[in-house]
């Protein structure tokens, strides 16, 4: 598998505050990345020395084979980024964007093309600071993909959008990949990194405490599944003999069953059997959320 | 919807690139400033017409007959080099650095940075944007002068011209300079005006220096100011080219460039 960013024992801080304690991981080609966190939890600081933005106190950085801390210049067009609270002019119009961005790149960059990929071509003449959340986020994806970057680090991209255009964005980022770049991509959202990564780094306190798939990190850790349903007043006792059921609990008539996974089905057939048939039966799968819970003992709400 | 056509990946594909000075960013930059300006009128306004409105109060109640307390020139032509000068003045202490802090405040610097702008485009960006109005500035308070109040021609228009080439350039430098510095725009506002109005009336653009004390005659030539106003004045008026004026505002300008610079660049 072709590594396209290696980083390892990475460790910055300002002043007595240490942002990335030690950070080591490995992004492979063609795959969106991600880095979940809570804010402050290093997340930045990481993907800014990636880029050769920020000096690193220690550890290893190594991006297309460049040590960005030594040769940032040798990178400019290799890497793109979308930038945490980055802007433009307010007065900047979309098309002069694209040109000034574009200027000094060794490729060619044909604007109208460029308008027309990211939905922009409407907007061509107005003005940065008059444009939607969504059309911002078209605009800072086509600058970053201006010259056909082989990777792309995307901060924060979604916040502050609605729910629909931030699935909108997520297309993007897709097609992003799509077209041959690797994504890097920094989110505190839980569904974000779960719908659009092929893998996810869970960092907490400047290091990273899990790294695998979604799927995998949620089989792993996300403690299987919890069924409820109401009783109607009926004894359940007998659902802790099922296979795979670790425990049952009763609350104002409401009933948690928490079990593996595969129980499920077994459950709610020996319901059945005992001639219980609840309207409200549902099935609780474990998400990220879930994940992250366990592996930083909080939810992302309580650390931001 | 959005449509996107999906290439194949062309990144295996790309040539790796060499560390070499993109062509053409700097220029890009610059081009973008201007247009930026055009559309900012309230720059432009305080930049260029707020001291030829100040130059036009002064000299209309001074005329322009031999004064004694200016050194035995008249009002217009002891005011209208000192004006052009503030022209200078008001875009090195508060429009570049305001405009650079304010670009620092809303993420703007952030996003050129990494899109690999190098930080010498950003300050000639500035300075050559400065250098337009400086034109338009002076050239306004000419037409004026010579129109309405009898302004008699420099002894050495070389030696004005040079003087505010490199009165731009220094004061270009202290610009990108605080604009290096300061972190928000309301601060570098506030650093602007008391820079400005502090150092401005006292070297010439208030009282008559004669009608001031001595020492504070003798402070304000170990600001910029001091030099700004000589190099453009002397050889205005037939005292030659102050070379020691000149040579003041070469070492600001670089100076403070190569700080900026640094500054900007940082890490």
């Known amino acids: 598998?072709?590594?396209?960013?290696?980083?390892?024992g990475l460790h910055k801080r300002y002043g007595d505050t240490v942002a990335v304690a030690d950070i080591s991981f490995a992004v492979r080609r063609g795959e969106i990345f991600g880095l979940l966190g809570a804010n402050g939890a290093g997340k930045t600081t990481t993907v800014e020395a990636v880029q050769g933005l920020r000096a690193r106190?220690?550890?290893?950085?190594?991006?297309?084979?460049?040590?960005?801390?030594?040769?940032?210049?040798?990178?400019?067009?290799?890497?793109?980024?979308?930038?945490q609270s980055s802007a433009l002019p307010d007065r900047m119009r979309v098309g002069e964007a694209i040109r000034l961005f574009a200027s000094g790149l060794d490729a060619d960059?044909?604007?109208?093309?460029?308008?027309?990929?990211?939905?922009?071509?409407?907007?061509?003449?107005?003005?940065?600071?008059?444009?939607s959340g969504g059309q911002r986020q078209r605009l800072f994806l086509a600058l970053a993909m201006l010259g056909h970057p082989e990777v792309v680090v995307l901060d924060e991209l979604t916040t502050g959008l609605d729910?629909?255009?931030?699935?909108?964005?997520?297309d993007l980022v897709r097609a992003v990949r799509d077209r041959g770049a690797t994504v890097v991509l920094v989110t505190?959202?839980?569904?974000?990194?779960?719908?659009?990564?092929?893998?996810?780094?869970?960092v907490d306190g400047g290091r990273i405490v899990a790294l695998d798939?979604?799927?995998?990190?949620?089989?792993?850790?996300?403690?299987?599944?919890?069924?409820?349903?109401?009783?109607?007043?009926?004894?359940?006792?007998?659902?802790?003999?099922v296979p795979g059921v670790d425990r049952v609990t009763t609350t104002d008539g409401l009933v948690t069953v928490t079990a593996a996974a595969p129980a499920a089905a077994p459950v709610a057939a020996s319901l059945a059997g005992h001639g219980i048939s609840p309207p409200d039966f549902r099935t609780h799968h474990p998400t990220l959320e879930d994940v992250f819970l366990t592996v930083t003992g909080r939810t992302l709400q309580e650390q931001s | 919807m959005t449509t996107l056509d999906t290439r194949p990946p062309t990144s295996s594909a790309t040539p790796p690139r060499t560390g070499g000075r993109p062509p053409g960013r700097t220029a890009a930059l610059t081009r973008a400033e201007l247009k930026l300006l055009l559309r900012e009128p309230l720059t432009t306004i305080v930049g260029v017409l707020f001291p030829a409105v100040l130059m036009v109060l002064l000299v209309g109640a001074f005329g322009n007959e031999p004064d004694p307390a200016m050194g035995g020139v008249g009002g217009a032509d002891f005011y209208v080099p000192v004006y052009a000068a503030a022209t200078i003045a008001v875009?090195?202490?508060?429009?570049?650095?305001?405009?650079?802090?304010?670009?620092?405040?809303?993420g703007v610097l952030r996003r050129l940075r990494a899109a690999g702008v190098p930080a010498t485009a950003i300050v000639v960006a500035q300075a050559a944007t400065m250098a337009l109005l400086v034109l338009v500035g002076v050239a306004l308070m000419l037409a004026i002068g010579f129109a309405a109040y009898d302004l008699s021609t420099p002894v050495s228009a070389a030696g004005v011209a040079t003087g505010f080439a490199a009165g731009t350039a220094a004061f270009a430098g202290i610009g990108v300079l605080l604009g290096s510095l300061m972190s928000t725009a309301r601060a570098a506002q506030g650093v602007g005006l008391v820079l400005f109005f502090g150092l401005f009336f006292i070297s010439g653009g208030g009282p008559p220096p004669d009608l001031m004390p001595g020492v504070l005659n003798d402070a304000v030539r170990f600001t910029p100011m001091g030099p700004l106003v000589?190099?453009?004045r002397d050889p205005w008026h037939g005292a030659g080219w102050n070379i020691a004026a000149l040579g003041a505002l070469a070492t600001i300008a670089v100076v403070s460039t190569a700080i900026a610079i640094r500054r900007f660049s940082r890490r």
């Open chain 1, 1 to 8: 598998m072709d590594t396209v960013i290696a980083v390892d």
């Open chain 1, 57 to 83: 106190d220690g550890g290893h950085v190594d991006v297309l084979g460049i040590d960005p801390a030594r040769n940032a210049r040798a990178l400019r067009g290799r890497i793109g980024s979308q930038l």
């Open chain 1, 109 to 131: 960059v044909d604007v109208d093309a460029t308008l027309r990929t990211w939905d922009l071509a409407a907007v061509r003449r107005r003005a940065f600071a008059a444009l």
């Open chain 1, 163 to 170: 729910p629909q255009a931030r699935r909108a964005t997520w």
């Open chain 1, 188 to 202: 505190h959202f839980m569904e974000e990194a779960e719908l659009l990564c092929d893998r996810v780094a869970i």
């Open chain 1, 213 to 241: 798939t979604p799927a995998a990190l949620i089989a792993e850790r996300g403690n299987g599944v919890a069924l409820t349903f109401s009783s109607g007043g009926r004894d359940v006792g007998f659902l802790s003999h």
């Open chain 2, 91 to 106: 875009l090195g202490f508060m429009s570049i650095p305001t405009h650079l802090a304010s670009y620092r405040e809303s």
């Open chain 2, 230 to 232: 000589s190099a453009i």
